[in-house]
């Protein structure tokens, strides 16, 4: 993985005006990368079960993020409806899932869809397997490299150690390196004109908005000017 990320931030910018090109032949690096994830976005719509313009995760996200900030406060509160010796172990497995997910959803918004599942008559086992990846790929959640190929979204938290840098091949480009977690590893590329801070080997950083892009099938972040880049470790100091 690493060879081959430094073959492909080998690819150098030859047509400016690149970004609005229907075939990826003759891209910038960074107008490429745009071009594989809209083509990836266009293939994941088009895969979606329900063939609809809002899947069932998407809407299952909205509806958890509108009760995390109390948007759902007017409607009838699903734990109500379980008896009392079932609403404990709803209580137990919520706090078990939103330690399985690192910013993203709060434990009320978690605590109420897995309520909803087991009061419209799943077993908790299997409300609390079906909810996972949901936790896990809500907007805000930290997600896990290893995770990226399977979270449909263009934008995603990150927090991982830099495992390597290398000397960038463009001039538009301010590092290129590699990330690495206990999932894996992902190619990182920063833009000069992100105006981000310089990132260090060993460093561990904390990101947020990062944007994914695809190249030759695997998935790679960059950081935008709409990216946020803290250090965790610096932080608690």
């Excluded at 690149?18 to 266009?42: C, F, I, N, V």
């Excluded at 137990?92 to 434990?107: D, I």
């Amino acid at each position: 993985m690493q060879t081959q990320a430094k073959i492909d931030s080998d690819v150098r910018e030859r047509v400016a005006a690149a970004d609005e090109q229907e075939r990826p032949h003759g891209m910038t690096l960074e107008a490429q990368e745009k071009w594989e994830a809209r083509q990836a976005e266009k293939r994941r719509t088009r895969e979606r079960a329900d063939r609809s313009q809002a899947s069932r995760r998407e809407e299952l996200c909205r509806a958890m993020t509108d009760a995390k900030h109390g948007g759902l406060s007017s409607q009838a509160d699903p734990r109500e409806k379980l008896d009392a010796e079932t609403r404990p172990e709803v209580h137990k497995q919520a706090h078990r899932l939103e330690g399985k997910c690192r910013g993203g959803l709060g434990f009320e918004a978690i605590e109420r869809e897995l309520a909803a599942r087991v009061a419209d008559g799943r077993s908790m086992q299997d409300a609390v397997l079906d909810m996972v990846d949901d936790v896990q790929a809500a907007p805000g959640a930290i997600v896990a490299l290893g995770k990226l190929e399977q979270v449909g979204r263009k934008w995603v938290d990150v927090e991982a150690e830099v495992a390597e840098l290398w000397e960038p091949s463009s001039p538009s480009m301010q590092q290129v390196g590699l990330l690495e977690d206990e999932t894996g590893r992902t190619k990182l590329t920063v833009w000069k004109r992100s105006h981000q801070p310089i990132i260090a080997e060993g460093q561990t950083v904390r990101i947020r908005d990062a944007a994914v892009s695809w190249y030759k099938g695997r998935p790679s972040l960059a950081l935008t000017g709409r990216s946020i880049v803290t250090f965790p470790e610096r932080d608690a100091w």
